[in-house]
């Protein structure tokens, strides 16, 4: 079973820089086809995507947050980290990793949607000076 796991700060100064890894067990975040993704929840708002990397490495973020957010990965420790530049109160969120999974119908002919089938425990970061 994957497990994931954020580690990294939980409080960050605005305008620095938010740095998070993500961890991953029992499964690579080379395998095909699965995306490594990044999710926040800010007190009394919704799930926000923010961006993942691929199994092969390409990356892809929301554009709303895409030129502060670099996503990479470490192939040697099985992990994937989010950088989230100039930081203000509004980023203060709980910050999620999870492995996301494309769902089709009709053995993949159509794209139905994406799954987010495992996740990390999350972790709070608090933007303050």
């Known amino acids: 079973q994957v497990q994931l796991q954020e580690s990294g700060p939980g409080l960050v100064k605005p305008s620095q820089t938010l740095s998070l890894a993500c961890t991953v067990s029992?499964?690579?975040?080379?395998?095909?086809?699965?995306?490594w993704t990044w999710i926040r929840q800010a007190p009394g708002k919704g799930l926000e995507w923010i961006g993942d990397?691929?199994?092969?490495?390409?990356?892809y973020a929301n554009p709303s947050l895409r030129s502060r957010t670099s996503i990479s990965r470490d192939t040697s420790k099985n992990q994937f980290t989010l950088q989230l530049s100039s930081v203000t109160p509004e980023d203060t969120a709980v910050y999620y990793c999870?492995?996301?999974?494309?769902?089709?119908?009709?053995?993949?002919?159509?794209?139905?949607?994406?799954?987010?089938?495992?996740w990390g425990q999350g972790t709070q970061v608090t933007v303050s000076s």
């Open positions: 999870a492995r996301k999974t494309r769902e089709y119908y009709s053995g993949k002919l159509y794209f139905t949607g994406v799954r987010y089938d495992y």
């Open positions: 029992n499964g690579s975040i080379t395998t095909n086809y699965y995306y």
């Open positions: 990397i691929a199994y092969g490495g390409n990356t």
